[in-house]
C-alpha cells in the first residue's frame, strides 16, 4: 500500500544552518504531497504541498519540490531560526480523502 | 479563522472507564477524522467520518467507537479504556475532495490522554 518513509530524528541544528528533512514515498497513481508542522502543544497544520510532478510548494521560507523520478518530497531551509523547532511530517493524499502521514521528524534549533 | 476544537487538552482516567473525545469544527467540513500519535509510530488513523450518521474504521479501530451526530461534531469513545490507550489524540477535518487531488486537513489542538 501507499507510505511514507522520513528520516528519523531528532535532528539538531544551529540558529541560521541549512535544514534538510528527506522524504519519500510509494504510491499508486499521482498523490498530492505535503509537508505538516507540528509546534509544541499544537496540533498539526499545513506547512506547505505539491499536487504535482515539478510542483515547487514553499512557504514560511521552507520549499520541497515533487520529484516523481525519484519519489522524493525533501524539505528544505535555507536558514533556520528557533521558532522553527517543531515536529516536521510528510504526507501524501491518499484514498477517499485520507492522508498518509510519515513518523514525523522532530527538529531542534539552538540558538 | 478555521477552528478545530477539541473538548479537553488533558484527561486522566482509569482502567475501565468509557471515556469520551469530543471534536467539534466550524467551517462545515463533510470529512472529520480521529488519529492517535505515539512517539516513533507518528499519526494513526483511528476512525473516519465522511457525513452525518457515517463512520469508517480507520487502521487501528479496535476498542474504540464513534459517533458522528451533526456534521460539525465528530466523537470518539473508549468502551471500556486501557492503559495502552494512553496517547495524545488529534482530531481533524477536511472538504472532500470531488475529484481534485488537493484536500488538506484541518487539525484540533489534540487530547493527552492518561488511562491509570
Known amino acids: 500500500g501507499d507510505s511514507v518513509t522520513q528520516m528519523e530524528g531528532p535532528v539538531t541544528l544551529s540558529e541560521e544552518a541549512f535544514l534538510t528533512i528527506n522524504c519519500t514515498y510509494t504510491?499508486?497513481?499521482?498523490?498530492?504531497l505535503f509537508w505538516y508542522v507540528q509546534y509544541p502543544g499544537e496540533g498539526l497544520q499545513l506547512l506547505l504541498k505539491a499536487t504535482k510532478a515539478d510542483d515547487k510548494g514553499s512557504n514560511k521560507g521552507f520549499e520541497a519540490t515533487y520529484r516523481k523520478e525519484t519519489t522524493s518530497f525533501h524539505l528544505e531551509k535555507g536558514s533556520v531560526q528557533v521558532s522553527d523547532s517543531a515536529v516536521y511530517f510528510c504526507a501524501l493524499s491518499g484514498v477517499g480523502d485520507k492522508i498518509i502521514f510519515g513518523k514525523g521528524t522532530r527538529l531542534h534549533i539552538l540558538p | 479563522d478555521v477552528k478545530v476544537t477539541q473538548s479537553s487538552r488533558y484527561l486522566v482516567k482509569r482502567t475501565g472507564e468509557k471515556v469520551f473525545l469530543e471534536c467539534v469544527q466550524d467551517?462545515?467540513?463533510?470529512?472529520m477524522f480521529w488519529y492517535r500519535q505515539d512517539p516513533g509510530l507518528g499519526l494513526r488513523l483511528i476512525y473516519f467520518s465522511y457525513d452525518v450518521k457515517m463512520k469508517e474504521k480507520g487502521d487501528i479501530p479496535e476498542g474504540y467507537s464513534v459517533s458522528r451526530e451533526k456534521k460539525e461534531r465528530f466523537s470518539l469513545i473508549l468502551e471500556s479504556a486501557s492503559t495502552n490507550q494512553t496517547s495524545m489524540y488529534l482530531c481533524a477535518s477536511s472538504y472532500p475532495s470531488a475529484g481534485s487531488s488537493y484536500n488538506e486537513q484541518f487539525f484540533g489542538p489534540g487530547t493527552r490522554l492518561t488511562v491509570l
Open positions: 467551517m462545515d467540513h463533510e470529512n
Open positions: 504510491a499508486t497513481g499521482y498523490p498530492s
